[in-house]
């Protein structure tokens, strides 16, 4: 192994098992744990809401398992036609989950400050992955590849929120709210520094502009 490949295999690690977390919609009760249990009744009854919010963990969930396995050029040169394949699976399974999510995001627990970072988070998700499809759809590969950079951390903003939001708990806040007002922005903000960071130095060796 590799130790310039670490950080991927950490990656695909968390990826893989936040991916898989939504299963437990659906085969726990988790009315009585979680972010459920702070949902008034009548979001929980609302049907509405119950498509929306399963629609986005489901396929939030597969963008997630599918997503990092996109980034190797080992297996994109191996494997081209699983690539397009699964990018195709990918944009799907974004735009249904940050559609969903724009909807749910307006029911959020904590308040305006919840609703307004995850709707940001939403509308961002899904720009990024219509750009991303659109560029490849004309066979720009790098700016493909920079608007995948920046849709798949913001993605991982799933990973991120899990992270931290029991260290925010435990170290700082002592209380679940406070907690999850900050999280709402702090899971996905970095994340898209940290993209931008990548794309920036990758745009410095080619030298062409993000469009
Ligand atoms: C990146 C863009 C995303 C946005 C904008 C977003 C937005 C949201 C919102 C608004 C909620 C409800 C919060 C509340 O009512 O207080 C939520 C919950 C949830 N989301 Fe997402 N989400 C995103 C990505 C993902 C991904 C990739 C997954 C895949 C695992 C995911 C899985 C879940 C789950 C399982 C819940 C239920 C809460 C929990 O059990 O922790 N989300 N999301």
């Known amino acids: 192994m590799k130790i310039k490949n670490l950080p991927w295999i950490a990656i695909a690690i968390f990826a893989v098992i936040i991916g898989l977390y939504p299963l437990l919609y659906f085969f726990v ?3 009585t744990s979680g972010l459920l249990q ?3 009744k009548a979001v929980l009854n609302s049907a509405c809401w119950n498509a929306t919010f399963y629609t986005h963990i489901t396929f939030g969930g597969i963008a997630l398992l599918i997503g ?13 036609n699983a690539h397009r394949l ?16 724009l909807y749910i ?3 959020a ?8 970072g995850f709707s940001s988070l939403a509308i961002i998700w899904l720009i990024s992955n219509i750009k991303a499809y659109i560029t490849i759809q004309r066979g720009n590969i790098l700016q493909h590849q920079n608007w995948m ?26 209380d679940f709210l406070p907690a999850y007002r900050v999280v709402s922005w702090l899971c996905w903000v970095p994340n898209l520094i940290v993209a931008l960071i990548i794309i920036n130095n990758r745009q410095k060796n080619v030298n062409t502009p993000l469009n």
């Not at 990092?68 to 081209?80: D, K």
């Not at 950079?149 to 002592?174: D, E, K, Q, S």
């Open 29 to 31: 009760d988790m009315r």
């Open 38 to 40: 702070s949902k008034p």
């Open 68 to 80: 990092w396995a996109q980034f190797s050029a080992n297996l994109r040169q191996r494997y081209i």
């Open 86 to 101: 699964m990018g195709k699976f990918y944009v799907a399974a974004v735009t249904l989950s940050s559609v969903a999510g």
């Open 105 to 107: 995001a307006f029911f």
């Open 109 to 116: 627990t904590g308040g305006l400050v919840c609703v307004l």
């Open 149 to 174: 950079t920046l849709n798949y951390a913001l993605t991982f903003a799933a990973v991120t929120l899990r992270v931290f939001l029991p260290l925010l708990i435990m170290f700082i806040f002592h």
